[in-house]
Every structure is written in structure tokens, then in C-alpha cells.
């Protein structure tokens, strides 16, 4: 390992966006927000968590560029001494995957001798979404599908919990895809792939956040919650709830009813141009128009 080199690290904990110790990635280059790789996430019970190494599991995090600076200041924080050493953590390298591809990263693991910190499973495998739910009795929640329209929560009974419309947001770093395939076609999905994504912005308390675990079926990993940043207004609003497709196929037309949910929620709520960009990507795609 030279000074000069860099090295890719997946983070997982507090090293991520908005956490405790991301100060010591603050001039590291941010190559996937959406990361994810194998393994087991636990809580401590000490303020951050801990990746137990398993094929069984699937842990997200981000996926960063470092330097030899960065990586050393990571080893210290990690308690990784070296190979062979009464480390906390091991650090070793490993396939992590990201819309743009897979990559072999630096991935920093429980040592076996110190398993007995772990304390419980953090669920879905997600530590932000583990503690900040922990934390906050409501949520700012961006919907850019189906949710974006009010039809289906007034027939669902739950209009009364989406009520509170904070404003229309703009997620830049994404683009809008449908590639999550059910027997008549595709469901909405952000992509990490560039562009923006424009979506409805809702404050949602606790009944209203289980629906939408149901209503998106994250007990069956159709979709994951995830945090995003959101522009509102030229305001930057941190650890935006949305939800994102586990398992991405290509791009499958969606039926003509949940496109024109979409359609109908965004005229209400987004901007002209972005609702004829959707348009004109359901017509070019899909030979759908609207």
C-alpha cells in the first residue's frame, strides 16, 4: 500500500452520510449511496453496529474512493491492527454491488473473538434505517410512483395518515425505472444511475409508515425502505424515507392503470416538464401514452 493509492471501502454504520463519523469520509468520493454486499448486521448495543460475515444475509451501506490517509484513520476507528492481530474488526475484501455494477471493496467484519458483542439482528439489514426509525415518531417520506396519486390510500382507508403534503422534492442522482416485475407488468423504482427524480413529500407518523411497509412489501423484499437526500425549494432535506426495489430487472412496461396513477399524481403535484418527461418515457419505452 502506497500513499498515493486508493482503495474502495463499503461503510455500513456511522461512517455513513449524516452519521456520528463521516467526518472521516468528508473528502472521499461517494461512488454509490445504494450499496449493498453479503453478511449479517447486528446492533452492539454501543452506538454503531457490527457485519458479521455470513452468506446468508445481505448488509447496505455506501460505497466510497479513499486514500491511505482515509484508510488509516478507518483502521483506527475500526480497531484493525493488521492481519493476524487482536483486531475488533477484520478488514477484507469482498464483492459489493451497486446499480452501476459490482466492485471489490474493503469490508470491515466482526472478528470471531469478539462476537460477543453482538447483541441483536438489525432487521432488514439496514443500520440508518434500524436507528432512525428508533428515533423519530414521524418521517418525511418521498413517493415518486403510484403513491404520488391518493386514489388507492382513500380506498385502503388510510387517507387520513398522507394528508399532510409538505411539497413537491427533487432527488437528484436518479433516474425512474420499472424494474420490479409482478404478473401485469412493471412498479416504479429510483435508479442510481444520474438525472433527478421529482416526487411528492409526505410527513408520516407511525400507522402510516406500516401501511406503507405492507403496501410495498418489504416483509417479502419487493421493496426496501432506504434514507435519500431531497431538494425542496433549493433546501436540502437529510434522511428522506423512500422505498426501492430489492431485486432490479430491465425495465417492463407497467400496466396502463398504475401509469396512469402515476400521471395523475405527478399533474397534481410536480412540475410540467417532468410530468411530460414521464410521459414521453411511457410512450418511447413502453408505447404507452397518456
Known sequence: MGADEKYLVFVYGTLRRHESNHHLLKEACCLAQQAWTKGILYDT???????????????????????FQQLKAIDELEDYLGPGQNNLYNRDSQTVSTDKGDFEAFVYSIHPDQEGILKQIIP????????????????LYFAYGSCMDDERFVS???????????GSGV??????????RVSDGGRADIV???????????????????????REGVKYKSYRPALIDVKVNGLLLKNVLTFIVVNKKPDTAPPLCYAEEIIRGGTRHLSQEYVEKLKQQLKVQFNIVL
Open 192 to 214: 442510481e444511475s444520474g438525472g433527478i427524480v421529482e416526487g411528492v413529500l409526505y410527513e408520516v407518523a407511525e400507522p402510516g409508515l406500516a401501511y406503507l411497509y405492507r
Open 156 to 166: 385502503a382507508g388510510v387517507d387520513r395518515y398522507f394528508l399532510n403534503i409538505v
Open 124 to 139: 432488514l439489514g439496514d443500520w440508518t434505517i434500524y436507528n432512525s426509525l428508533k428515533q423519530h415518531p414521524t418521517f
Open 171 to 180: 432527488l437528484e442522482g436518479y433516474t425512474l425505472g420499472y424494474t420490479r
Open 45 to 67: 448495543g454501543l452506538g454503531y453496529p457490527a457485519l458479521k460475515d455470513s452468506n446468508d444475509g445481505v448488509v447496505y451501506g455506501e460505497l466510497y474512493e479513499i486514500d
